[in-house]
């Protein structure tokens, strides 16, 4: 039974689980399925409503891997979390496969980084699947997308993409209900294009599909507060409050706990 996602009632949490030797920021640290089960419940436990896991690392220059060593990474991950929780569980991919076989063991939500362009399949296959779906913008690939980017207005080009995307999406049998939209902080963008895209997000609920925005510990934050990796968590926790009150309905973080907390202040100073 395909479980529902509410997200009118208040802002939600995204958990991210990376299942990767080498992502940017937590990298190895779950990479063994019952570590990343394990952390994916403490996730729950402090107040997630989706966790979102991901065999692949999509940082700026990450090289790719094969669909096997992806399957291989999620599949027993998203195995053990259904067996013991019934959240609602996202799959990062841009691969069709690994969204066809995640989704037939419990995933709910495909997030691509691509939105439907990597892979000439995935529309398709989460067409049939009738599965959740973010459409993320992207400039180019995790290998190149940081080598210039450069747009005249990016928040009209996302917007227009968007909406390429979303009539794409229909047209292929996607019901518009399911469809999530991600902007793509930090894929393909400079320091400005993503402070603009976090001042302007009215601009993107304007399409009238929900906006998720992951922001969590990235470039951005660093370069904007002088801050090393390490030391992003104040600036994180800035950004989600702002992107909050600017309307997002999804925020992907790394810490939940932190993150839940701000995100309900935000929330009822907003319903106040």
């Excluded at 940017?24 to 570590?35: A, I, L, V």
């Excluded at 398709?124 to 747009?151: E, F, R």
């Amino acid at each position: 039974m395909k479980r529902e996602i509410v997200w009118k009632d208040r802002p939600l949490i995204m958990g991210v689980l990376n299942v990767t030797p080498d992502s940017f920021f937590d990298g190895g640290k779950f990479f063994k399925p019952e570590k990343a089960v394990r952390h994916a419940l403490r996730m729950v436990k402090d107040g997630a409503d989706i966790v979102d896991v991901g065999g692949e690392s999509t940082k700026p220059y990450a090289e790719p891997i094969s669909t096997d060593e992806e399957l291989k990474r999620v599949i027993p991950v998203i195995e053990g979390i259904r067996a013991r929780s019934d959240i609602i569980i996202s799959i990062d991919t841009y691969k069709s496969k690994v969204a066809k076989e995640a989704c037939a063991v419990g995933a709910d939500i495909v997030n691509d980084i691509s939105g439907l362009t990597f892979d000439k399949e995935m529309v398709n296959v989460v067409s049939k699947l009738g599965a959740y779906v973010v459409i993320m913008h992207i400039q180019g690939t995790p290998k190149d997308m940081q080598k210039n980017p450069y747009y005249e207005d990016v928040v009209s080009e996302i917007k227009d993409f968007f909406i390429e995307r979303i009539g794409f999406a229909r047209r292929h049998g996607i019901e518009e209900d399911n469809i999530i939209l991600d902007p793509g902080i930090g894929f393909g963008k400079r320091v400005e294009d993503n402070l603009k895209i976090i001042k302007r997000l009215e601009s993107l609920k304007e399409i009238g599909r929900p906006v998720l925005i992951g922001t969590s510990m990235k470039g951005f934050i660093g370069k904007v507060t002088d801050s090393s990796l390490e030391e992003r968590a104040e600036g994180t926790l800035a950004s989600i409050a702002i992107s909050v009150w600017n309307g997002a309905d999804i925020i992907r973080v790394h810490d939940v706990k932190k993150a839940c907390k701000v995100v309900k202040l935000v929330d009822a100073v907003m319903k106040s």
